[in-house]
């Protein structure tokens, strides 16, 4: 019997926290989804829930716009469980109330247990918990129960186990509840009855039959970066359908030292992939003189690319759909912090509009996947750890590390200091540890020594941070031997270069890349 994956859907009511919520039900090998808490009762009927988490969110239920569900959300009769300002609009809604607390709390807190419940089954009866809240349930509604308590929260947990129905004050999904983890899982396995079917294996096998019932005997195009999303496209596909699959990689002249070269022979070898590599190096240089402007030069990487990448998939026969590494958080409709509705829709594949203007349908296998998946996804079909764990790189490449003028010269000075700064990290076994480690051109020359002579040279800045998805970071305390061996090789073998300095900001207010 082949039964439909289970499904929780994550109502968001405007947290930061909901796709953290997601992630977690996933790890516990349950599927989730995220949908905005406005969305019609009808669509969550579609997506056959068989559970339901209410996010947390910024908003006080009892304000006039306070986020809301559809009501009809608590008629489903599927488990549901209510955390923070999910736990109390589930009161507010069900016939409860609640109030601003007399004195809020957040950071650590501990709560106690009160009774047996599904939710704490396994626990101790104190521990400690991460708080984030200025209002608390004041009454439950009817059939409730109170299931845990802090010495300011009273009804820091709530029940109504008839209904299936819990609610937590705390944010078992964040690090800081140690044992949130398997009070989700408890949620999951005691009230859902999950039966753990997310798994990334059982997700290759569909999502190739998918791939080969869409596709048929029709030609596919693919951008290949040498990233990990888009690799892990290419092999996918190639799987599901060998050499209907063509990938187009460009070399845009600003990419990482012999990337070029690497990504071709290796990708030939190992997965026999029907690759059309485009050399459009000077193409692009040419287009980039004189150019200093940062987001000018990122027009012109992305228009060039473009047209350079029509005119090949043009040459393609029977090409219908066009692939695309676009990832779940690129496509989820999420809730602003001011509960009105935001779409997060990123451009950040550099080829939008591609899909339009070349007629294409689009193939997207990683669409309902996170990052960590898609990772997983790349084990799975057996791709090295080494093209697994890159490090992020974008899409205008070292363009946005050459600040000022991009010339050959300077795209060569950058390419061997950046090497240097990779073969350290990697020598070092600081690689995996870090987000992303890079060096940046600077556009000044400062005075230096040499011999007896005085020199006039460039400044190149490390920047190696750490950081969980990109949208904050922080800069990485490296040993300074390690530092330091970095600045010596870099000095001593890049031809131009006088001074190493080391960018300690943080993000934000500063970003990742210096453009
Ligand atoms: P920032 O510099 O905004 O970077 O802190 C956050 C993350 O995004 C990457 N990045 C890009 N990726 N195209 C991409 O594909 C781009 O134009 C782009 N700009 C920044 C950056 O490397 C970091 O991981």
Redesign the pocket.
Known sequence: MNLKTQTIVVLDFGSQYAQLIARRVREQKVFARIMPCYAPIEEIREAQPDGIILSGGPANVYAEHAPKCAPEVFELGVPIFGICYGCQFMCEALGGNVHPASSREFGNADITVLGKSEIFAGMPVDMPVWMSHGDQVEHLPAGFHTIAKTSTCPHAAIAFPEKKFYGVQFHPEVAHTPRGKEILRNFLYNVVQARGDWEMSSFVESAIADIRAKVGKDNVILGL?G?VDSSVVAVLLHKAIGDQLHCIFVDNGVLRKDEFNRVVNGYRKAYELNLIPIDASKLFLDKLAGVTDPEKK?KII?HTFIDVFEQEAKKIPNAKYLAQGTLYPDVIESVSAHGGPTAVIKS???VGGLPDKLGLDLIEPLRLLFKDEVREIGAELGMPESLIWR??????GLA?RILGEITEERVKVLQEADDIVMQEIHAAGWYRKV??AFAVLLPIESVGVMGDERTYENAVALRIVE?LD??T?DWVKLPYELLGRISTRIINEVRGVNRVVYDISS?PP??????
Do not use: L
């Open positions: 970066s990233g990122r992305g950040h594949h550099n490090h992020p790189f974008p899409g205008p946005v987000w992303q950081s990109g949208m970071a993000k500063s970003t990742i890349e210096w453009e």
